[in-house]
C-alpha cells in the first residue's frame, strides 16, 4: 500500500464505501467485485491485480493504436502493405507500447490500488475507437467498404466510455482534443493553421463544458428540483 490515496480506494472499493471527491465509483464497484476473489488478508493484493490488469490491456490498446498510426503513413503512398512495411508497423508498435510500459509513472500505477490505472485503460480505449473511427471513414472514401456500414457506432461507443471513465477518474475527459483532431484531419483536405488553431480552440472549451458544466451540472440541477419538490410542493425525498 503506498503512502497516499491506494490505503483509502482500498478501503472503501473493499466495504462499497465513499471515497473522497469527486469520488469514483466505478473503480469503487470494480474493486468490490476483484475483492470477492480474496480472503480478507488478501484484499489490497486483488485490488492491486485489477490495476496490473488495467495497465496490461492499456499496453495492449496502445500497440493496436500505434499500428493503426503507422498503417496510416504507409497508406499516404499505397493501399497495400508489403512484408517490410508489416514489418515496420507492427515493429513501432510493439517499441512504442513497451517503452511506455516501463516508465516511471506508468509501471508504479500499475501495481497499487489507485485510479490512474483503469483511468489510462480508458483513455486509451477511447483514443483506439476514434482511431477505428477514423480508420473506417477512409475505408469507405477508398471504396473498400460500403455506405451502409456506419462508423457512426465508435462515435456512440466514445460517449458511452467517456460515461464510464468519469466514475474512475476525469483525466478520462482529456482525449476531447485528441479526438477532435483526429476528426478534423479526416474531415478536411485542406488542413491549414487557421483550421488547426480553431479546432484546439473548439476542443478545449468543449472539454471545459464537460467537466464544469455537464458533469457538475446535471447534479446542481437534480439537487435544485429536489429542494423544489420537498420544499415548495411537500413530496416526499427523492422525487426531485
Excluded at 473522497?20 to 480474496?38: D, E, Q, V, W, Y
Excluded at 492499456?58 to 503507422?70: D, K, P
Excluded at 471504396?143 to 476525469?170: C, N, T
Excluded at 477532435?180 to 476542443?203: E, H, M, P, R
Aim: charge should be negative; hydrophobic fraction near 55%.
Amino acid at each position: 500500500v503506498s503512502l497516499w490515496d491506494c490505503g483509502e480506494y482500498i478501503t472503501a472499493a473493499y466495504k462499497l464505501e465513499v471515497g473522497h471527491p469527486p469520488g469514483a465509483p466505478l473503480f469503487m464497484l470494480l474493486g468490490r467485485l476483484f475483492s470477492f476473489f480474496a480472503n480478507p488478508t488478501d484484499v489490497a493484493v486483488w485490488i492491486n491485480r485489477m490495476s496490473a490488469l488495467s495497465s496490461s490491456a492499456t499496453i495492449l490498446l496502445m500497440f493496436w493504436s500505434i499500428t493503426m498510426m503507422a498503417k496510416k503513413m504507409v497508406f499516404q503512398k499505397t493501399r497495400t502493405l508489403s512484408t517490410g512495411d508489416t514489418i515496420a508497423v507492427l515493429g513501432s508498435g510493439f517499441i512504442g507500447a513497451l517503452a511506455y510500459a516501463f516508465t516511471d509513472s506508468f509501471w508504479f500505477s500499475a501495481v497499487e490500488g489507485e485510479v490512474y490505472a483503469m483511468s489510462s485503460l480508458f483513455t486509451a480505449m477511447i483514443f483506439w475507437a476514434i482511431l477505428k473511427w477514423d480508420e473506417e471513414m477512409d475505408a469507405i472514401k477508398h471504396g473498400e467498404l460500403d455506405g451502409e456500414h456506419s462508423p457512426m457506432r465508435w462515435m456512440i461507443l466514445i460517449m458511452f466510455l467517456f460515461g464510464l471513465a468519469i466514475g474512475v477518474h476525469l483525466l478520462g475527459l482529456l482525449v476531447v482534443p485528441a479526438i477532435a483532431y483526429v476528426i478534423y484531419f479526416n474531415q478536411w483536405d485542406k488542413v491549414n493553421l487557421k483550421g488547426f488553431f480553431l479546432t484546439g480552440i473548439i476542443s478545449v472549451f468543449t472539454l471545459g463544458f464537460i467537466q464544469e458544466g455537464i458533469i457538475p451540472g446535471t447534479i446542481s440541477m437534480a439537487s435544485k428540483f429536489e429542494i423544489a419538490f420537498v420544499n415548495s410542493l411537500g413530496l416526499p425525498f427523492y422525487i426531485g
